[in-house]
């Protein structure tokens, strides 16, 4: 069974700084990661998603790595702003897509301080 | 947001009675997903659907059915509900993202309280 799990739980830097989330997953058979925002009391924004065959990904300040043979993935954000304050969840598809749900962790709580 | 819709919003309820939540897409996407949230387990697959009539049970799908008449609309039952289903539920679509690959988007969620 595919376990994913996100370090640190949560995570309060002064702005401006530069920052890493990182994510792993159990299962290295993965067919796409993705990762999410989640403000408080709303649903999910997808940031990134990253298929199995690919490095990273890109997006503003924002940037996702997939190292699928050890099962980790990080997603960094630079210079970061009171605005990105969420939380960040990664969740990992298994192999085969289709109709395959998505395995969650259980995110990373960002505050940035002004 | 994939034009997922999701009611009710907010729901209050009692101990064994049931309950029917709704999620309409108004894209035609074949892939529909139940998830819950809950603070220490994060969220985790309730059922899916791979077509109208066809559906398929998830990692915690005791408690809960679903059904899909429709393309657009896949309902979510708690046939007697029960405190510990007290959570947040979203619905998501599975599309094909700008990254050319199949995507999940979510709708803005159900908060489900069972008295």
């Known amino acids: 069974k595919q376990e994913v799990t996100q370090i640190p739980a949560a995570l309060s830097v002064p702005e401006g700084e530069n920052l890493v989330l990182n994510c792993s997953f159990t299962?290295?058979?993965?067919?796409?990661l993705q990762w999410f925002r989640q403000d408080p009391g709303k649903g999910l924004t997808s940031l990134l998603l990253i298929q199995s065959s690919q490095r990273e990904q890109t997006s503003g300040r924002l940037n996702a790595s997939l190292d699928k043979s050890s099962g980790r993935s990080t997603l960094y954000i630079a210079a970061s702003q009171p605005g990105d304050s969420a939380t960040y969840l990664c969740?990992?598809?298994?192999?085969?897509?289709?109709?395959?749900?998505?395995?969650f962790g259980k995110g990373t709580h960002l505050i940035i301080q002004p | 947001d994939a034009g997922i819709t999701q009611s009710p919003r907010h729901k209050v309820t009692e101990t064994g009675t049931p309950v029917t939540l709704r999620c309409h897409q108004t894209e035609n996407h074949r892939y529909m997903y139940w998830y819950r949230q809950d603070p220490g387990h994060g969220l985790r697959l309730i059922h899916y659907?791979?077509?109208?009539?066809?559906?398929d049970k998830g990692e915690v799908s005791d408690g809960y059915s679903v059904s899909r008449s429709k393309t657009e609309d896949f309902l979510l039952t708690l046939e007697s509900a029960t405190s510990s289903q007290t959570s947040v539920y979203f619905c998501a679509i599975s599309a094909v993202g700008a990254s050319g690959t199949d995507t999940q988007y979510f709708g803005p969620g159900t908060r489900l309280t069972v008295l």
């Open positions: 659907s791979y077509g109208v009539k066809d559906t």
């Open positions: 299962d290295s058979a993965i067919y796409n």
């Open positions: 969740a990992v598809r298994d192999s085969g897509g289709g109709a395959d749900g998505l395995t």
